[in-house]
């Protein structure tokens, strides 16, 4: 069952209230020689501090969902509110500077600049938006601490395993302590062991922070560790449960 409620601007964490709502979003790409319909009327609330797996066959719109609740592409139609505000209210200045300031974001490529050792990959975004560089090397060597790899701040990704790039990856993702993380297949270039150790990381960081996850997977082995799963198809969702604990 799709939440109906609103949500408005709080400063304290409600459970119980959607912190994202996307109503009636449609995104249709057109290539000027056809017209391919990714998403076909999404409805779909995200609670405050939950957290959801979005999941389906490739090519169903999992990952145009994504960058359409974060902000990173157009809808054709539709809405998507954060907390209340229409992104589309915001000017593109606006919402870059509200995915720094309150977004994370992890994805299935490391991204990481292998010239850098992981603390200064880490501590990049923060210097970037302005922060003086000791309170970001600060607050870098403390992300790297909340995933274990604080002995790994000077070690060059070459010099890391899959999965310590990966929790460098995610130590990045959380330096701005964002509100909302988005992820698209975290683990979709790791092994089954690195995956759950990744997946048991962001529910424990999840839980800590206090923070709203919406990630993307096609393993179902991983989407079982969030609070409900969405499937989708064919660009819409095709329904929604809690999955059953390990």
């Known amino acids: 069952?799709?939440?109906?409620?609103?949500a408005e601007s709080s400063g304290d964490i409600d459970q119980d209230k959607p912190i994202v709502i996307a109503k009636g979003v449609t995104k249709t790409y057109d290539t000027g020689k056809v017209k391919v319909e990714a998403l076909r009327g999404i409805d779909l609330a995200v609670k405050e501090g939950e957290m959801i797996a979005v999941m389906g066959p490739s090519g169903c719109g999992k990952t145009t969902l994504l960058n359409c609740m974060s902000g990173l592409d157009d809808l054709s139609g539709g809405e998507v509110r954060i907390r209340g505000r229409l992104l589309t209210?915001?000017?593109d200045r606006?919402?870059?500077r509200y995915r720094a300031e309150k977004i994370g974001f992890i994805?299935?490529?490391y991204n990481l600049l292998p010239v850098l050792t992981a603390v200064e990959n880490v501590e990049l975004p923060l210097l970037l938006s302005g922060t003086p560089p000791k309170e970001a090397r600060g607050k870098a060597v403390e992300s790297l601490r909340a995933v274990a790899l604080e002995d790994w701040k000077d070690h060059k990704p070459a010099e890391l395993s899959g999965g310590?790039?990966?929790?460098?990856?995610?130590a990045r993702s959380l330096v701005n302590k964002p509100e909302i993380v988005f992820g698209d297949e975290p683990t979709g270039n790791l092994d089954s062991e690195y995956s759950k150790e990744i997946m048991e990381l962001l529910k424990r960081l999840n839980k800590e922070n206090r923070q709203t996850y919406i990630i993307v997977t096609h393993d179902y082995n991983v989407g079982r560790l969030a609070d409900r799963i969405?499937?989708?198809?064919?660009g819409a969702i095709e329904?929604?449960?809690?999955?059953?604990?390990f």
């Open 239 to 245: 329904k929604e449960f809690v999955p059953t604990p």
């Open 164 to 170: 310590q790039q990966q929790r460098v990856t995610i």
């Open 94 to 96: 606006e919402r870059t």
């Open 230 to 234: 969405v499937i989708m198809k064919d």
């Open 1 to 6: 069952m799709k939440e109906t409620a609103t």
């Open 89 to 91: 209210d915001m000017s």
């Open 107 to 109: 994805f299935q490529a």
